[in-house]
């Protein structure tokens, strides 16, 4: 008979966010013989989506419909979705440990230079369990990605879905803004290209940080950034971030303020948004502060939902909504470089014993837990 070990499951919340965390124990499967069983030491507090055809399907298909334009509503439904308008809590898979074994095919010839007792995080693959198990069995070690010693276990645990989302994000930021000057360098060489990063959880916490090293290391000079923060407790982190500027989104204003006053901090009219919030209400008001021609780009997450709304709004003001994915996991190589070797510093982030999980999540929607949240599963440090 398998032993078993311990798995936490975090479910899309419903209102209130009760019955989404579920804790079990799982049989310890059999290592595959061409994979890697890792023992996770660290989670980030993400959460797995149900099935689309449930009632609540998304991170945003509850919150938005309700309190899109309707502010007054937002107190009065579920406070679970506050955290999740606002990018702190997201669907993802994000998880650092150890390799405790290596499948029975494994050799010198194929092991990608891992071997047991390593330390790694796992790039999201499409197979991914429904939750955290203390025990992870990974089918191929092509989704394994080393990290150094130097890189904290908690730290490493934000980039396989969080950090690498906003660095996908910030690359395709690049391309529009690289083809944006160069339409301009004839007439307007002086012009700077202007790009606005809405929200203030985990997402974009991560986005603002990876653009300000991404354009500084190119060369990018003629780029400004501005963060459109949510809540006070983001505007606080927002303004810690250097050569960005912040204006606060304030829901006591009208719309018409909030994007005058956004277009006053920004200089105008921006020409590239990434917006992480998840609702229509949202993408509404970042395209009324984007220029004619421009991109906004949103996860896919909630691209689905969004994008019939919109298709003939964006279509009326020739501008461009670009759904982005998680990237790749050359790209998460790439990233765990960078942060370990400190160009790129992670957001803020709290850990806490993973049998605290439910009550982590609940804090979580209501967003009273500053950046990101990491489940410790072992203690290896």
Known sequence: MNKLCRQVSIESPGPGAKNCVFNFFVPIEDTPALGARIRIVCAGACYRRRDRSNSITSMSSVSSELSDYCPSVNSMSSPAH??????????????????????????????????????????????????????????????????????????????????LLAMNAVFKAQAVVTQILSQRAATEPKRKCKILIVGTGGLALWAVRIASYHFASTGADNVDITVASLRDEGFRLATE????????????????QLIERTKDVCGGAVDVVIDFGTTSRSLHRSMHCLSKGGVVLISDEVAEKLLPKFS???????????????????QLAELVELVANKKIEPPPHSVFPCEQAAEVITKLCNSEIPGRAILRFHDIE
Not at 131 to 137: I, R, S, W
């Open 82 to 163: 506050q955290g999740i308008r606002e990018g702190s809590f997201f669907p993802g898979f994000e998880v650092a440990g150890v390799i405790e074994s290596l499948g029975s095919e494994i050799t010198e010839a194929n092991n990608r230079g891992l071997r047991i007792g390593q330390r790694v995080i796992v790039y999201p693959f499409d197979e991914t369990p429904a939750g955290y198990a203390e025990l992870l069995v990974v089918p191929d070690l092509k989704h394994v990605v080393p990290i150094p010693d130097s890189l904290p276990m908690e730290v490493a645990a934000m980039l396989p879905t969080g950090a």
């Open 241 to 256: 971030i250097k050569n960005v500027s912040v204006v606060q989104w304030n829901e006591c204003l009208y719309e018409p």
């Open 312 to 330: 003939r709004l964006s279509n009326e003001y020739q501008q461009e909504i670009i759904p982005i994915s998680n990237g790749t996991a050359e």
